[in-house]
């Protein structure tokens, strides 16, 4: 399966501005195409860009993180499923 990432970087670069929500839209092909994993692996790299960037409670990041949250749960991975949204949850909440 074409990893739609890779085409990203090799048209843009990996340092090209938009890169963090063109890899944000990528994750989110990844993931309609059933390839959770890799979707994961996408949401994860946008999450430390823009929690350096942008902070832990920006509506971007926070959204990514559920995100994730929601492909490690398609994957099983349920405790840390759990865990991810919870964190979602508890920092809106701290606004």
């Known amino acids: 399966m ?3 990432w890779k085409l990203w970087k090799n048209i843009f670069g990996a340092k090209y501005s938009d890169t ?3 890899r944000f839209e990528v994750a ?3 993931y ?3 390839d959770y994993a890799e979707a994961e692996v996408e949401y994860r790299a946008v999450l430390k860009l823009w929690e350096e ?3 832990g409670k920006h509506p971007s990041t ?3 993180r ?3 949250g929601v492909a490690l ?3 099983g991975k349920y405790a840390e499923a759990e865990e991810v949204l919870r964190a979602v949850v508890r920092l809106r909440e701290e606004g």
Do not use: K, M, R, T
């Open 20 to 22: 963090p929500g063109g």
């Open 73 to 75: 749960n398609a994957q």
């Open 32 to 34: 309609n195409q059933g």
């Open 66 to 68: 559920y995100n994730l």
């Open 53 to 55: 960037e942008l902070g």
């Open 2 to 4: 074409l990893n739609p």
């Open 62 to 64: 926070l959204g990514c």
């Open 28 to 30: 989110g092909v990844l």
